[in-house]
Every structure is written in C-alpha cells, then in structure tokens.
C-alpha cells in the first residue's frame, strides 16, 4: 500500500507532541474560504451518487450472506448433530474475528488507499464463503474457521464504507444517503433469511443457500475497481481539498476516549447489536418451535425442515428495517435543527419502546403466531430507527481523519459485547435451561422463550445509554464542527494545551493559526 494518498490535501492538521480534545478549532464546513464555496467539487455529483448505489450493494450482500445461516440454522444443526449452543457458535466465531480486527482496518483507513483495503477484504470474503459451503459432514471445526476467516472481509468494508460516504456529502444531503446505506442492513439481513430459506427448499441442499451471495459478490468486486472512488479525507467539506493531520493511533484513541458522546453512543449501539444480533439469529427457530408446540405443525426430524417462519421473518425484517431507517432518518432531519439533542433521544426512545414490544412476543408466541408476528413487526420497527442515526451521530462528533478509527472501535465494541455473544449467550442458556427436564419440543421451546428473555432487559440499557449521550452531543458536535471565527487568542502555555495548527499550502502567517480550549 502506498501511505496516504498521492495527493497532498490543501489543508492539514498538524499536531504537536499531544492532541487534546477540545483544542480542535477547525470547523469542517468552514475550512473553505467563502470565496470558493461556489467550486465545483472534486467527485462530481454524478459519480458520488454511483459510488454510493454501489456500496450499498456490497453492503445489502454482506448482510444477506452474514444471515444466511440464521435461514437454514435447522438443516446445518441436523446435518452436524449439534445443540442450540454449539450453532450459535457459527455466528460467534464470525463476529469475534470481525470485531478484533476491526480496529486494524480502521487505522489504516484513516492513513492508506481505502479503496484498495476494501478490494482485498472483499476477496477473501467473497473466497471464504464460497469455501464454507463445501465442508463435510466430519469437518465442523473447518466450517467454524471458515466463517472466522468470512469476518476479515467484512471488517474491512463495515469499518472503511460509511467513511468514504461522509467524504462525498455534507450535511442533510449525507445524513440521507447514510440513511439509505444503513437501511440496507435490515434489508439484507432479512433477504438473508429468504435467500437462505428459499435457495435450500428449491435445490434440497442448504449448501447452495451459502453460494448465492459469493456469486453475486464476485459482480460487486468488479463494480468497487471501476466505479468507486478514493475521495480526499474531509472532501466534502473542504470542497474537495481533504483534510490531512498527523497523529498516532494513540492519539486516536485518547481524543474517542474523552468524547463522551461518542463513549455513550457506543454502549447504545453495543445493546442495539446485541437486541439484531439475538433475534436475527434466534427468533425464526423461536417460532418453528412455537408451532410445533402448538401442534400447528410435526417436530423436523430430518432436513430440508420447514422454511416457511424464515420466509416470514425475513419479510418482516427487510420491511420494519426500511420503514423503521426513512422514518428515523425522517425525524432526525425534521427535529435536529429545532432540538439539538434530537438524534440520542430518537435511539433512546426507540429502544425503549421496543423493550416491552420484545417481552410481549415471548410470551404471546405461546398461543397466537400472528399476534406474535404483530409485535415483532412494531418491535423490530422501533429498533430500525437508529440504524442510519447513530451512524450519523458518529460522523457529526468525530473529524474525517478519525472517522475510520472512531468506527472501527465502536465496531470492535458493539460486537464483542453485542452480537458476538448474543446468540451464543441466548443458546448456552437455552441448553441449560433443557436440561432441567426431560427431552420434548414442548420444553425445546420454553426454554428458548425464557433464554431470549434477556433482549428487552438489555433493550432498556441501550436506551439509557443513547439518553446520556444527549447530556453531551452539542458541546461534542460543536468541538468537532465549529471553528474560531475569531482572530488569534492570547498565546497558551505550550506545555499544558499544545494547538493544533491550520495550514493553507506554504504561506503561513498569525492569522492562520487558531487555538481553542472547551
């Protein structure tokens, strides 16, 4: 890889011996001088809007094939014989390599060629998930490692996309298109179940339901070399110029660290992980055991089993998600300007009304399958709302050159303690729950039904969490966005606030450097 960009960005940021948060002066919408405000910029708008069509089908496909399994979880539990907790193990595996090595793909994000990191983990995803459809019967362990290895592909395009977005759009025009890009999540997830459910009935053989997306990936590779750019860091609000600064990874990571905004928001998106990742992988198990409890239809015993609650569920899933993202997007960009403090409430509020929504469909599932699917259409709805704004929560309280760290780590820590041992968590208990008495689907069911009780218990916590991410976002919004448009301040003892210089080429004078304390 070559360092950085072969262009020098405009204007840069230059740190000194340490960066602290709060001495952040340049304002991103103001780098610019208003005399170029009227530039064209340096992506046109044309080819913005094709770099974007194409990430988001990357995107629908990384999450149609992440779910996949969850489509066809009964056949690969008959064909390897194994429990309710060494099948979630398959997701846990994933997400485990996905998380650790996120944060590797987020520093170089931030310092090298994003296109080019994203090419390379597509091509180890699109090759170990072709791979992991033609495992045998005896060699488990192998499907395992492949499905970790699945992970590396991801992280790189989850940590790098939504960056390179933010650099091709500023303000309302990007918190749509962050909108539209995250809606894909549900979406996919759902035809993940579909795709999954629906491959394996037409060919009698869940394996093929692991082959479609690679198929189809190996098209989004083609359209990520010749399509997508590689914009300036801070393009978009810079006029095209980027924004370039020098800091180490530590450094990084000490100004994430004292912006409580983003530490909030973390934990939020953490228990907002931890509720998708439970229910996508768990919920149409649930209900196949409902109906079989209910005598509504025989126990699987063999496979191909009944696909028809993973047809269901994911119908749900990809229309909650796209209603749920343009009615959450809708109400952040309706209520920002008038409530500053809009976009933690509406995650807040969304979780929170999602909790009793989620505890209602447990219990329901005992007696009626079409009340339950009426919950979980508000519930999941509820929770659709803060995909696209706690994303744009993060691009808003963290400046381009970290954004790819910034994300990496909210990825590294949303899923080590979200959706990484979510599904196992709701598993290991479920078995143990089963073992209490003797072997029945009736009590398969119950003791799955008592393990999910956990997910509104946490849905509440990640409520509280987006809730006192509110108490800070303006101050963190405006230390991240606002720049002095003062002239220079009273010289600062060095030793205790070092600045952090604004640069325009090789000309530089005292009113070019600016210096603010919060």
């Known amino acids: 890889m070559e360092p950085q960009d072969s262009r020098i960005p405009r204007w840069s940021l230059g740190s000194g011996s340490g960066l602290h948060y709060g001495s952040f002066v340049n304002s991103l ?23 974007v069509a194409v990430l988001c089908y990357i995107n629908l496909l990384n999450y149609t094939e992440r779910y996949t399994i969850a489509g066809v979880l009964p056949d690969i539990q008959k064909f390897f014989g194994i429990n309710d907790g060494t099948a979630a193990l398959i997701q846990t595996v994933f997400i485990c390599s996905f998380l650790l090595l996120a944060p590797f793909f987020g ?23 072709a791979g992991s459809s033609f495992v045998t019967e005896s060699h488990f362990w192998l499907l395992m490692l492949l499905r970790g290895m699945v992970g590396i592909g991801e992280a790189s395009y989850s940590t790098i996309a939504p960056t390179i977005i933010a650099d091709l759009f500023v303000g309302t025009k990007r ?80 100004y994430l660290l004292k912006n409580k905004t983003y530490l909030w928001s973390t934990l939020g998106v953490t228990a907002t992980a ?22 509504l239809r025989p126990a699987c015993v063999e496979e191909p089993c009944d696909s028809t609650d993973s047809y269901i569920f994911g119908a749900v899933t990809v229309l909650t998600g796209i209603l749920g993202g343009i009615l959450g997007s809708g109400l952040s960009r309706w209520l920002r300007e008038k409530f500053p403090k809009s976009d933690p409430l509406i995650c807040s509020s969304g979780l929170l009304g999602a909790a009793p929504c989620l505890f209602i469909t447990i219990f329901v599932a005992s007696t009626s399958i079409p ?15 803060n995909w696209a704004v706690m994303a744009d ?126």
């Not at 520093?107 to 998930?129: H, P």
Request: glycine share 10%.
């Open 29 to 51: 919408s103001s780098l610019t001088p208003k005399a170029e405000e009227t530039e064209e910029p340096a992506i046109s708008q044309r080819r913005s809007y094709i770099a």
């Open 107 to 129: 520093y170089l994000g931030d310092r090298y060629n994003r296109k080019y990191i994203m090419i390379g983990g597509l091509i180890v995803w699109l090759v170990t998930a």
């Open 175 to 254: 918190s749509m298109i962050i909108c539209i890009f995250y809606i894909f999540i549900p979406v996919g997830s759902g035809l993940g179940y579909i795709t999954g459910a629906g491959v394996a009935s037409f060919t009698g053989d869940w394996r093929w339901a692991l082959r479609i997306t690679p198929i189809l990936g190996v098209v989004g590779l083609f359209l990520l070399v010749f399509l997508c750019p590689n914009p300036p860091r801070g393009a978009a609000e810079t006029h095209g110029e980027g924004v370039s600064e020098q800091s180490s990874y530590l450094e990084d990571v000490k």
């Open 274 to 295: 931890f509720l998708s990742g439970a229910l996508a992988f768990w919920m149409p198990t649930f209900l196949s055991r409902a109906q079989v409890s209910q005598g």
């Open 371 to 385: 009340a339950t699917y009426v919950f979980i259409f508000f519930g999941e709805i509820l929770i659709s709302l």
């Open 393 to 518: 929560i993060l691009l808003y309280v963290v400046i381009p050159t970290r954004r790819s760290t910034a994300e990496a780590l909210q990825i590294s820590v949303g899923h080590l303690l979200g959706d990484a041992g979510s599904p196992f968590l709701v598993g290991a208990i479920s078995d143990a729950l089963s073992k209490s008495k003797p072997v029945s689907p009736e009590w398969s069911f119950h003791s799955l039904k008592y393990s999910l009780l956990v997910c509104p218990v946490v849905g509440i916590l990640g409520g509280l969490f987006f809730f006192l991410s509110s108490l800070y976002i303006i101050g963190d919004r405006k230390a991240a966005a606002q720049l002095v448009e003062a002239g220079p301040r009273e010289p600062q003892d060095p030793s205790s606030e070092p600045p952090i210089e604004l640069s325009n080429g090789d000309k530089t004078n005292d009113e070019d450097n600016f210096s603010q304390s919060i």
